[in-house]
């Protein structure tokens, strides 16, 4: 089982930045690699971005590369660097882990969540 707590979600201008934190708990937890999603109002979930077990590999979503950045500094914490951030990008954003890294892996565990406000 493992745990995820995401924290460093607020409220920022249109073409700020935020930096996303999420801290695991549980066994194995170098096993696992681990990723960021988020879900506006209305929309589905979408993946944002993830990093294989040994921080080695980092996948983006088409629309924050160049923008978004995702690292680990150990096998239970990661990181998401947020700059210029727009308005579309309003969301709930979760931290979540699983075997793979690749976009489209089956992440098993999923954190509460981080509300992420950009106003214009």
């Known amino acids: 089982q493992v745990h995820l707590v995401e924290s460093g979600g607020g409220l920022v201008q249109a073409g700020g930045s935020l930096r996303l934190s999420c801290v695991a708990s549980?066994?194995?937890?170098?096993?696992?690699?681990m990723g960021w999603f988020r879900q506006a109002p209305g929309k589905e979930r979408e993946f944002v971005s993830s990093?294989?077990?040994?921080?080695?590999?980092t996948y983006y979503a088409d629309s924050v590369k160049g923008r978004f950045t995702i690292s680990r500094d150990n096998a239970k914490t990661i990181y998401l660097q947020m700059n210029s951030l727009k308005p579309e990008e309003t969301a709930v954003y979760y931290c979540?882990?699983?075997?793979?890294?690749?976009?489209?892996?089956?992440?098993?565990?999923w954190g509460q969540g981080t509300q992420v406000t950009v106003s214009s």
């Open positions: 549980g066994r194995f937890l170098e096993a696992y690699a």
């Open positions: 990093i294989n077990r040994s921080g080695s590999t």
């Open positions: 979540a882990a699983g075997p793979v890294a690749t976009p489209r892996s089956r992440f098993g565990y």
